[in-house]
């Protein structure tokens, strides 16, 4: 089928509507419930791009979020990394997120989350990851 026909029926099935492109969950290794699941399979699916949101983890200073900063410790001291490229890291290693959207306050802020881009997390590091406490029980 040309791609001339193709277009003309995606724009019947829309009824002549944008398709979405791009869906911005919050996620994070703390915050996964909301985009994890149906939210992400939905996007695989559907081909959208993802640019997860990791907004501030102060507010999970508390003995389940002090298990994630060990967790993340346990990881960085691993490949000489920050926790703060860990977390980018582990972001950029799900298939289905385009991108991780974070912000520096400082050009040594920013150069330490670029380093991100070549950290290689292992199977051993997702096994730290993966199974802390998500969501509600830190708060």
């Known amino acids: ?27 994070n290794l703390i915050e996964r ?4 699941g149906e939210p992400e399979d939905v996007c695989v699916a559907h081909g959208l791009g993802v640019n997860a949101r990791m907004g ?29 490229q860990v977390t980018l890291a582990q972001l950029m ?21 670029l380093k991100s881009v070549d950290l290689q997390l292992v199977p051993e590091d997702f096994a730290v990851l993966d199974p802390l406490p998500q969501g509600p029980a830190l708060t």
């Not at 419930?33 to 994890?36: K, N, V």
């Not at 289905?96 to 050009?107: E, F």
């Open 93 to 113: 290693a799900r298939p289905s997120v385009t991108a991780p959207i974070c912000s520096a306050t400082s050009t040594q802020q920013l150069a330490d989350i």
């Open 33 to 36: 419930r909301q985009y994890e």
């Open 1 to 27: 089928m040309d791609s001339g026909r193709n277009q003309r029926g995606a724009r019947r099935r829309d009824r002549g509507r944008a398709r979405y492109q791009v869906a911005e969950p919050h996620y």
């Open 56 to 84: 501030t983890l102060s507010r999970y200073v508390n003995p389940a979020g002090l298990k994630l900063l060990d967790s993340l410790d346990i990881v960085a001291t691993r490949h000489g990394a920050t926790p703060a």
